[in-house]
């Protein structure tokens, strides 16, 4: 079936950027989404790319998508301890099932 | 502005006691799922649904079961709640096509004691 995974932990300090990875197996994804997630909060949509482009460019986050290699990734510019937060990397499978990655717990330190 | 409740949002139940958890929105979405999250842990799918009268198991094994008599409304239902329901359970949604926005609910925390 697919699958979806990503690195556990990135720890960064303060002002660095933070680049978190993550690979999907489905070919037939369309949207793929990066959300964070505060503890005990919901989950927060940052940012999400359509499948047939390569980059895109919010404010501090960037996401690059690699289609061929199926390997997406978020960079956070300027991390600030407000970053600190658990993202997760969810693929659609081409309209169909929202599949989440295990999440990347980011530490920002000082 | 996300559209999706999720009621109850804290729930803390005896083994044994049957509970339903509600998810409704108020988009015209057809597409609605239900997810398990442990506190920090991933997301597992459990359900999921493409229409009324549509409900698909998803890829984590889950003793709830789900219904979609309405477009709005996606509840689901232990019959027996167990110390191992206890967990976060969020309902999403989104529309058929042309929609790349999923929506989540705030999340339905069940502890079972």
């Known amino acids: 079936g697919e699958d979806v995974e990503q690195s556990l932990f990135l720890s960064v300090r303060e002002g660095d950027s933070s680049v978190i990875n993550c690979t999907y197996t489905?070919?037939?994804?369309?949207?793929l989404y990066w959300y964070k997630q505060e503890p005990g909060a919901g989950l927060q949509l940052l940012t999400y790319?359509?499948?047939?482009?390569d980059m895109k460019q919010d404010q501090r986050l960037t996401v690059l998508l690699n289609k061929k290699d199926k390997h997406l990734s978020l960079r956070i510019a300027d991390t600030q301890t407000g970053d600190s937060a658990i993202y997760f990397c969810?693929?659609?499978?081409?309209?169909?099932?929202?599949?989440f990655g295990a999440g990347t717990r980011l530490a920002v330190h000082p | 502005e996300a559209d999706i409740y999720q009621t109850p949002r804290y729930l803390v139940i005896g083994t044994g006691k049957k509970i339903t958890l509600e998810c409704s929105q108020t988009?015209?979405?057809?597409?609605m799922y239900w997810y398990q999250q442990d506190p920090g842990m991933e997301l597992h799918l459990i359900h999921y649904?493409?229409?009324?009268?549509?409900?698909e198991k998803g890829d984590l094994s889950s003793e709830s079961t789900v219904s979609r008599i309405r477009t709005e409304h996606f509840p689901l239902t232990l019959e027996s709640a167990r110390p191992s329901h206890t967990s976060q359970y969020l309902c999403?949604?989104?529309?058929?096509?042309?929609?790349?926005?999923?929506?989540f609910g705030e999340g339905s925390w069940l502890t079972v004691v």
């Open positions: 489905d070919s037939s994804s369309t949207y």
């Open positions: 790319i359509f499948s047939n482009m």
């Open positions: 999403a949604s989104r529309p058929d096509r042309g929609g790349n926005t999923i929506y």
């Open positions: 969810a693929d659609d499978g081409g309209y169909n099932k929202l599949i």
């Open positions: 988009m015209g979405h057809d597409k």
């Open positions: 649904s493409y229409g009324v009268n549509s409900t």
